[in-house]
């Protein structure tokens, strides 16, 4: 008998298409493997304000590991859990690193009841990668914005993830402030449309997608998991996995780092190396 495999791929860049959507191939794969008992799900740097209409439709039984492991989403119940937050120290730290530097983070708090996120932003006033991605998330029913608003008091101890952007210059003097100064988990890097453009993440202590696929894996008594990326940021859960596999399209220390290189992403090749695995 096979051992039971958890298999967990990555959203933007491997089992999204170049459309950013699944495609109706993949999302039929995927639902009919996790009928007949396969345990498929994502783990992604996305909330479930755009994780929930990406997989509409799309048949799954395990959660969602969301914003890069600080929570997962369960899609049946629509509610986080195992939801990981800043210590308070690090709150103040961060945020007056970054003040003082001139970077002003988008800080995602947990609203009460646990279904939803509230998102403040201080000073009202944005730059344009900021604006950009202000006005493609505003209208998202499960994440509310509160511009030119001061994280409220109860930040200090409800906040799960900070995330900026802006010049190189900035926001990496303000990372490497940060990465000495507490002890978050913190990523830095250029954006992939707009090299101009750095972004930074900063995580509670030990967040990543890594360490959630590995409670996932015990909670569903995985014997075995099987992963699926294409950036650097997947790097840490492709090391712990029995089988890491890379998309033909990603980065080439991906394609280094993986067991096995894949068709490309708009080639439903996630999907389709799951329902051949699935199937031995």
Known sequence: MSKKTLYVSDLDGTLLGTDSRVSEKSASIVSELSRRGALITVATARTPATVVPLLKGIY??????????????????????????????????????????????????????????????????????????????????????????????????????FYAMGTSDNIVSAYREIMDDTDCSVCCYPDIFNPSVHNLEIFPPGVSKAAAIRRLAAATEAERIVVFGDSLNDLPMLGIADLGVAVENALPEVKEAADIVIGPNYTDSVARFIEEDFGM
């Not at 730290?93 to 009841?113: E, H, K, N, Q, W």
Request: net charge neutral.
């Open 60 to 161: 799954t039984t395990p959660p969602a590991i969301v914003m890069t492991g600080c929570a997962m989403w369960d899609r049946s119940r629509e509610c986080f859990f195992d939801t990981h937050f800043l210590p308070e120290i690090d709150v103040v730290r961060a945020l007056d690193i970054c003040s003082r530097y001139g970077v002003y983070p988008f800080v995602y708090t947990m609203a009460p009841g646990g279904n939803r996120l509230e998102v403040y932003h201080a000073p009202a006033k944005m730059n344009k990668a900021e604006e950009s991605f202000y006005l493609e998330r505003s209208r998202l029913a499960l994440k509310r914005f509160h511009l030119g608003t001061p994280p409220p008091d109860r930040a200090r101890t409800d906040s799960m993830l």
